[in-house]
């Protein structure tokens, strides 16, 4: 567990903390070394400076993605699991985080799971995509061949033909 | 078992408390205030015709003991209900964080607010009502340690309850401590209940602790032994509720609801 970090949006900071002391509060519990300093570090880079002493509960969604994202990354997780995490932004702070996210994931070779309906984001950023549903993996390869060679013209496509037929790839 | 998780814990609520009023005078305010109504009541009382009686050790003794009975419970319940109310234990246990860990976070809480809170009303029955709670001597200790052991298992017992039904049973946490106050004697002897109600009291660690306080200020004695048998029960009741603690949170933490803990169940 001190290897694996995640963020989901349903799985909010507290509000009733400012953004310093809950990455302090998740870094101690991380058992991060050299604590405050890696704080300050994430702090400014999720452009977090404005809000170090401002309670989570009062930022914007996409404000709380950063911090959450943070505190993601705040043991340097060699396994980083995301629940969408630019649902609900402004394509802005989404790119933002997307860029985040994958400087992270190349310059720590971490694996990163990212759960997504955001088709494409994945084609953009993912190197290998799996459709899940009801538990069961339908689809899976790289996310920029996976829709010519099931017919598709691109990702979103062939994520409308698997959420409506989804019969048909189970048995593929 | 790994210490600063611990600390991660009681840094929270430390969070918590710096700085938020509201939070803060909740630690000293119900059991001064009970102090206040006691004491001038047993004032009243010591000054009513030609009685002997010792109300003031007796009473205010008494309610001060009670009160951080319910102090040290409520030092586990209150960061406890932190956690429900901000959405928090995905966060927690998705972590390094272990079960022990996390209670004994919360029993560093309990153990920081208990002692402030017995610290303030010490110093008022003092200044207030010249009673002093060391005029118990040596015994104080055993009191005091009974009381918080049996206080800390019943905050487990409470958010083991509130962790399984979810937050709707969050109201017991309010008046578990009022059920007991009846049948361990906080006022009176339990040789005044009912034989049936006496049975259970003798299982209740406080009772001792009462019967004790009553013993050393009216007759000027003390029996260690009673005493060792509620220190016994209250170990025993400890080991009780955080066993039912750690199974209620695998049955919760199996099932998923830690992440739909809001929605009750």
């Known amino acids: 567990m001190a290897k694996l970090n995640f963020s989901a949006v349903y ?10 002391q809950n990455l302090y509060v998740f870094g101690l519990l991380y058992g991060v070394s050299d604590l405050k300093n890696r704080v300050k570090d994430l702090i400014k ?3 977090l400076e404005r809000f170090t002493q401002i309670k989570c509960g009062l930022l914007s969604s996409g404000e709380n993605t950063r911090v959450n994202l943070a505190k993601a990354v705040i043991n340097s997780p060699t396994l ?65 061949n996976l829709p010519g060679e099931h ?22 | 078992m790994k210490l600063h998780h611990v600390k991660a814990v009681l840094v929270r609520q430390l969070f918590l408390l710096r700085k938020n009023f509201t939070r803060f005078i909740n630690i000293f305010l119900w059991l001064s205030l009970d102090v206040i109504v006691w004491g001038f ?5 010591s000054s009513v015709g030609e009685s002997s009686f010792s109300f003031i050790p007796v009473f205010l003794g008494a309610i001060i003991l009670f009160g951080f009975l319910v102090r040290a419970q409520q030092g586990i ?19 390094p964080l272990k079960i022990n860990e996390y209670i004994l976070g919360l029993v560093s809480t309990s153990i920081l607010t208990g002692a402030a809170s017995i610290a303030v009303v010490v110093i008022l029955a003092s200044a207030a009502f010249h009673f002093s709670l060391f005029s118990l001597g040596l015994p104080l200790l055993l009191f005091l340690l009974i009381i918080f052991i049996f206080g800390l298992s019943l905050g487990i017992a409470t958010i083991s309850l509130v962790l399984r039904v979810g937050p709707s049973a969050e109201w017991f946490s309010w008046i578990i401590p009022f059920i007991l106050n009846p049948l361990s004697g906080v006022l009176y002897p339990i040789s005044v209940l009912p034989g049936g109600v006496q049975v259970i009291s003798k299982l209740i660690p406080t009772s001792y602790v ?17 005493l060792l048998i509620g220190l016994a029960l209250a170990i025993f009741y400890l080991c009780l509720a955080y066993t039912i603690f750690v199974h209620t949170f695998k049955i919760v933490r199996r099932n998923g609801l830690l992440a739909r803990f809001s929605s009750e169940i």
């Not at chain 1, 694996?111 to 899940?132: K, P, Q």
């Not at chain 1, 013209?153 to 033909?161: M, N, T, V």
Request: aromatic content about 12%.
């Open chain 1, 11 to 20: 799985a909010q900071l507290p509000g009733n903390m400012t953004v310093w």
């Open chain 1, 45 to 47: 880079k999720f452009n």
């Open chain 1, 80 to 144: 980083l699991l995301l629940d969408e995490p630019t649902a609900s932004l402004d394509p802005s702070s989404a790119h933002f985080i997307r860029e985040q996210i994958t400087a992270y994931a190349k310059n720590s070779q971490a694996g990163v799971l990212w759960a997504s309906h955001n088709m494409h984001e994945v084609e953009a950023v993912c190197d290998r995509v799996l459709f899940v549903s009801q538990g069961k993996i339908l689809l899976e390869g790289n996310p920029k």
């Open chain 1, 151 to 172: 017919g598709k013209k691109d990702l979103e496509e062939l994520f409308i033909s698997v959420a409506r037929e989804p019969l048909i790839f189970e048995s593929l």
């Open chain 2, 41 to 45: 009541t047993t004032k009243y009382l």
């Open chain 2, 77 to 95: 319940t209150l960061p406890f209900f932190e956690d429900v109310w901000s959405r928090n234990f995905l966060n927690l246990f998705a972590s």
């Open chain 2, 210 to 226: 009462f019967e004790g306080l009553r013993e050393i200020v009216l007759h000027q004695t003390f029996s260690a032994k009673p």
